[in-house]
């Protein structure tokens, strides 16, 4: 029989043991409601400049119950370090745009502080005086005020303002971005440093805020990295008594990131690790995190460095607590550098994919702290074969850890990374860094067409999948960006397009020909008319099961409503006519002859059309003229005829001559996956011997497309670009995210493996 009285006690026993885990585990912060900007860039009369930035600050009521905010502003004509400290007001914390009240201190050599040097102002209230803790470049340094509003230097015994610590102070390591905590009864500084250029978290305590103990460190490592700057701005909040939050920063700007660590000890969150601490990530920089009035607020610079935001704050319960995952980094063994399209394959069949970054993040709980054996399947990327013939490392993973394999490449050209396609850093997100990474709404998508046109560069795909349904766009997807829009030529590479979308954002069609089926466009160049005005052109092909062209056709693009317009119909299929006639397909090739006239070659790789590089002349056929590429090269490597299949050429300045990037026809080990380079005098030919550059793991590489605008003319870099899809080789399993999308490639000229390039066929 069940007695009532222990069944009572067993529930409230249960009640209150879910209350004390619920109380006792970390919170998470999130961001809540819109930014408002509280400071700008602020007029510092003679020593203003264009690079100036408010970086560090401090946030604080005053006692007459004004805001106040001070800033380090960096860049500035003061003389040294370029830095000092403005101040802005505000009546309400809410109040946008706060008022400036100019200059508020600046460094005092004589004083001891480094000219220009004052670093990240703190400010407490404690006893009824105001406490600023700032740094300057060297030291932590101290000033008081009574009002909260002018505030003079503190003076310690020999009449300095840096406070007085313990031991010899290490001149080179630039101690800085002091807060100050005040925890189990004592006052706890905690401040940043870098020592041999590794950056990290210190901590000292005081009962007086005068008197501070020597230093300890409470925090470096772990996935935030060992930079320099991998821990700026240590900002400690505890929301809940005995549960302290330190804020890291790693970056600011645009890609502004801090990491947040949970302890229940205020003087360790996790060194060299981020195991029981990491919490998450939030994409601002430099934060002061405080309460007003029950509410919580987060400040950070705003993204563009000319400004401070506020926001509010929430701490919010952890839905479960999920082991962290395993980093792995994949870097090149010669280079260092990142490398995407990498795949660990476990003895179980779990698959892992490298991101752009080289990243994955390893969360399969069944292969924690366990010895676990993966397959290295890198596409040109690989680790040596062991004693059995498997490539392939030994790796024992754990949460929060970070783990590296490094790979040697065995082709020429280095893999830069994904351009299109979903999840471009998906792995790096789940670790919490390029959170502010934009996805384009586009998980897959056919071979590029490109043209610079009216100062920008213009892209068009082939069939594109989306998100929403399995049938996605079939009349080319289209996008713009910047002729030379890579910052970079290392990976990770980072392109973002701006896509012609319908009017709720999502990628739309911009092809839409008459006629059932498909619309593929090739030939894609911008023209000048008679009057010299660009336009885009295009010739389509309409599609019908399985793959077959039913009618083709010459298009423009109307810079009006963002749609390829049909000009006039080239073929239509019909007994009489099975076949298309030639029309400018393909990749163009914008050439001058030595007679300074101006031609567009048409070709896929090698130049099939040419015609006057006019918008008129595109038109006319009786201005086209036919040509025949030869139909194979010969291969530098053995002699052995090379089949060309589809890619596109290009004049290359560094060269002195027309080069192509083209996949081979029927290659070896992968079908239609192998990509060779070749050189020639002239867009027609003769061309020299050709040289493997890439090569893939039973995979699909077609239709690769030259990026001669992306480089500067003299640039001995290469850039291309093609589709990598399970389509076509002999029943892979598809790759994650990559299958189906575009993957760019680095050739470097200069390397010596092309050097047999350069050597003519017959030579």
């Given at each position: 029989?069940?007695?009532?009285?222990?069944?009572?006690?067993?529930?409230?026993?249960?009640?209150?043991?879910?209350?004390?885990?619920?109380?006792?585990?970390?919170?998470?912060?999130?961001?809540?409601?819109?930014?408002?900007?509280?400071?700008?860039?602020?007029?510092?009369?003679?020593?203003?400049?264009?690079?100036?930035?408010?970086?560090?600050?401090?946030?604080?009521?005053?006692?007459?119950?004004?805001?106040?905010?001070?800033?380090?502003?960096?860049?500035?004509?003061?003389?040294?370090?370029?830095?000092?400290?403005?101040?802005?007001?505000?009546?309400?914390?809410?109040?946008?745009?706060?008022?400036?009240?100019?200059?508020?201190?600046?460094?005092?050599?004589?004083?001891?502080?480094?000219?220009?040097?004052?670093?990240?102002?703190?400010?407490?209230?404690?006893?009824?005086?105001?406490?600023?803790?700032?740094?300057?470049?060297?030291?932590?340094?101290?000033?008081?005020?009574?009002d909260g509003k002018t505030f003079t230097r503190h003076r310690n015994s020999e009449g300095k303002p840096q406070l007085d610590f313990p031991g010899p102070v290490d001149r080179t390591r630039n101690g800085r971005d002091p807060m100050v905590l005040r925890a189990g009864g004592r006052w706890h500084l905690y401040h940043t440093a870098h020592p041999d250029n590794h950056g990290a978290d210190y901590a000292r305590?005081?009962?007086?805020?005068?008197?501070?103990?020597?230093?300890?460190?409470?925090?470096?490592?772990?996935?935030?990295?060992?930079?320099?700057?991998?821990?700026?701005?240590?900002?400690?909040?505890?929301?809940?008594?005995?549960?302290?939050?330190?804020?890291?920063?790693?970056?600011?700007?645009?890609?502004?990131?801090?990491?947040?660590?949970?302890?229940?000890?205020?003087?360790?969150?996790?060194?060299?690790?981020?195991?029981?601490?990491?919490?998450?990530?939030?994409?601002?920089?430099?934060?002061?995190?405080?309460?007003?009035?029950?509410?919580?607020?987060?400040?950070?610079?705003?993204p563009t460095l000319k400004g401070i935001q506020l926001t509010r704050l929430e701490w919010t319960h952890a839905p479960s607590q999920a082991a962290e995952p395993c980093r792995i980094d994949v870097v090149e063994q010669d280079s260092g550098w990142p490398v995407p399209l990498v795949e660990l394959r476990t003895t179980h069949l779990a698959r892992l994919v490298t991101d752009n970054a080289g990243v994955i993040a390893l969360d399969l709980p069944e292969v924690m702290g366990r010895d676990t054996w993966f397959d290295v399947v890198g596409h040109g990327y690989e680790v040596p074969k062991d004693g059995f013939g498997f490539r392939g490392v030994r790796l024992k993973p754990q949460p929060g850890q970070t783990l590296r394999v490094t790979v040697r490449r065995t082709i020429i050209a280095k893999r830069l990374g994904r351009l299109t396609g979903a999840g471009l850093f998906a792995e790096s997100q789940k670790l919490g860094q390029d959170l502010d990474w934009t996805e384009s709404g586009v998980f897959g998508c056919d071979s590029v067409q490109n043209a610079v046109h009216r100062g920008k560069l213009y892209w068009a795909w082939g069939d594109t999948t989306l998100p929403h349904?399995?049938?996605?766009?079939?009349?080319?997807?289209?996008?713009?960006?910047?002729?030379?829009?890579?910052?970079?030529?290392?990976?990770?590479?980072?392109?973002?397009?701006?896509?012609?979308?319908?009017?709720?954002?999502?990628?739309?069609?911009?092809?839409?020909?008459?006629?059932t089926g498909p619309t593929w466009l090739s030939g894609y160049v911008s023209l000048p008319t008679g009057t010299g005005a660009p336009r885009l052109v295009a010739t389509y092909a309409k599609i019908k099961p399985p793959l077959d062209a039913y009618e083709t056709g010459l298009c423009a693009w109307n810079d009006d409503t963002s749609q390829f317009e049909p000009l006039r119909v080239l073929w239509t299929k019909s007994d009489s006519a099975p076949k298309p006639p030639p029309a400018p397909d393909g990749h163009p090739c914008v050439v001058k002859d030595p007679q300074g006239k101006t031609w567009v070659y048409f070709g896929n790789p090698l130049p099939t059309l040419r015609c006057p590089a006019t918008f008129e002349a595109w038109q006319d056929a009786s201005t086209w003229e036919i040509l025949q590429p030869p139909s194979a090269l010969v291969s530098a490597a053995d002699g052995q005829a090379v089949k060309p299949h589809s890619g596109s050429l290009a004049w290359n300045a560094f060269r002195r001559r027309y080069v192509t990037v083209f996949m081979e026809a029927f290659g070896k080990p992968s079908t239609f996956g192998e990509l060779w380079y070749a050189e020639a005098p002239a867009p027609t030919g003769p061309w020299g011997?050709?040289?493997?550059?890439?090569?893939?793991?039973?995979?699909?590489?077609?239709?690769?497309?030259?990026?001669?605008?992306?480089?500067?003319?003299?640039?001995?870099?290469l850039l291309f670009e093609g589709t990598f899809t399970q389509q076509f080789a002999n029943r892979p399993p598809p790759t994650s995210r990559y299958d189906y999308n575009q993957v760019l490639y680095r050739l470097d000229l200069d390397d010596p493996a092309l050097a047999p390039a350069q050597r003519p066929a017959g030579g």
């Open positions: 029989m069940l007695n009532p009285m222990r069944a009572l006690f067993a529930v409230v026993t249960l009640a209150l043991t879910a209350a004390s885990s619920a109380a006792n585990q970390p919170l998470v912060p999130r961001l809540v409601g819109p930014w408002w900007t509280i400071a700008g860039d602020p007029d510092l009369g003679v020593l203003t400049t264009p690079q100036q930035q408010p970086v560090d600050f401090g946030i604080w009521q005053a006692a007459d119950g004004t805001w106040q905010l001070w800033s380090c502003i960096r860049g500035t004509k003061e003389p040294g370090n370029t830095r000092l400290f403005h101040r802005w007001e505000g009546a309400r914390l809410t109040d946008r745009d706060w008022t400036p009240r100019g200059i508020a201190l600046q460094a005092d050599p004589a004083l001891g502080e480094t000219r220009g040097g004052l670093q990240a102002p703190y400010v407490l209230r404690h006893d009824g005086t105001f406490w600023m803790f700032y740094g300057d470049w060297v030291n932590i340094c101290l000033a008081t005020s009574a305590t005081s009962d007086d805020l005068l008197h501070w103990s020597h230093e300890r460190l409470v925090a470096a490592g772990g996935r935030a990295g060992t930079g320099p700057y991998s821990a700026e701005c240590p900002f400690v909040a505890e929301p809940q008594p005995g549960h302290f939050y330190l804020f890291r920063t790693q970056r600011y700007g645009k890609a502004a990131q801090t990491r947040v660590y949970h302890s229940r000890d205020p003087l360790d969150f996790g060194v060299g690790h981020d195991a029981g601490h990491y919490v998450t990530t939030l994409p601002v920089a430099a934060p002061e995190v405080f309460q007003h009035e029950g509410a919580w607020y987060l400040a950070a610079l705003l349904y399995p049938l996605g766009i079939f009349d080319m997807s289209s996008a713009t960006t910047a002729p030379q829009p890579l910052e970079s030529f290392k990976p990770p590479v980072r392109l973002v397009f701006h896509y012609f979308t319908l009017p709720g954002g999502r990628p739309r069609g911009v092809a839409k020909m008459p006629g011997r050709a040289v493997k550059i890439l090569s893939h793991d039973n995979y699909t590489f077609y239709n690769p497309r030259l990026h001669p605008e992306f480089t500067p003319p003299e640039s001995p870099m």
